[in-house]
């Protein structure tokens, strides 16, 4: 079973609200991604960091989201101002010899 | 562009009944696909159920089989027997077994298996 901790497990904001989300990866993997699932079961690549370093990220992530990976401390993803379509499942997944484990997810409302 | 198909559900089977679900990839921008089924029980959390790196290649994990065939370009999963436990979601993804760190899903495969 994967390692991979994310909190909290359900997120309720309302619009305009920033949301925070927290990951802590598996210990040794190397790499941090987020995803956002949504109603749909689709699975949107959001943003990734090697070393606390950010790798690739989308539009969307750059301009309304905060994302960070500090070393020794969880990665977090925060939505700045949260919409009603940003309500979605937030997988955060840690990465190892091309794998991704990934953790429970946190669910986010905007009401 | 990169894709992956697999079968639509809702699929429902009987237990102890054979399982076959489809999953087809384009892989036209990754160069080097690792093909992967996750599968998302009830409650719970995203999880690996098997992973294939190499054409030709079969994958086994939990009673399920999936053979990675470059020819047809594609990665169904099966079982012989279900049980009732093995309800659940199941996700094909195709990922760069290069270092881009690009992943393709599905969009899942709702499975109910009845007594």
């Known amino acids: 079973n994967s390692k991979v901790i994310q909190t909290p497990r359900y997120l309720v904001k309302g619009q305009g609200q920033k949301a925070k989300m927290r990951c802590i990866p598996e210990?040794?993997?190397?790499?941090v991604f987020w995803y956002q699932q949504n109603k749909n079961n689709e699975f949107k690549f959001l943003i990734n960091?090697?070393?606390?370093?950010?790798?690739?990220q989308i539009d969307m992530t750059e301009k309304r989201f905060s994302a960070e990976c500090p070393s020794n401390s969880p990665c977090s993803l925060e939505i700045q101002s949260s919409e009603a379509g940003d309500s979605a499942l937030y997988l955060c997944?840690?990465?190892?010899?091309?794998?991704?484990?990934f953790g429970a997810g946190t669910r986010l409302s905007v009401l | 562009g990169d894709s992956v198909t697999q079968t639509e559900g809702p699929v429902t089977v009987s237990e102890s009944e054979s399982l076959i679900i489809n999953c087809t990839y384009s892989?036209?921008?990754?160069?080097?696909?690792?093909l992967f089924w996750y599968v998302r029980y009830p409650g719970e959390g995203l999880q690996l159920l098997l992973k294939?790196?190499?054409?030709?290649q079969k994958g086994s994990s939990r009673g399920f089989e999936a053979t990675y065939n470059k020819e047809t370009t594609s990665f169904h999963l099966q079982k012989a027997s279900v049980q009732e436990s093995d309800s659940a979601v199941y996700y094909c993804?195709?990922?760069?077994?290069?270092?881009?760190?690009?992943?393709?899903f599905g969009a899942g495969t709702r499975l109910k298996v009845i007594a």
């Open positions: 294939v790196i190499t054409a030709g």
């Open positions: 997944a840690s990465s190892l010899q091309n794998t991704l484990y």
């Open positions: 892989a036209t921008s990754i160069a080097y696909p690792n």
């Open positions: 993804a195709l990922g760069e077994g290069a270092g881009n760190y690009k992943y393709v």
């Open positions: 960091f090697q070393n606390q370093e950010v790798l690739q």
């Open positions: 210990k040794g993997h190397p790499v």
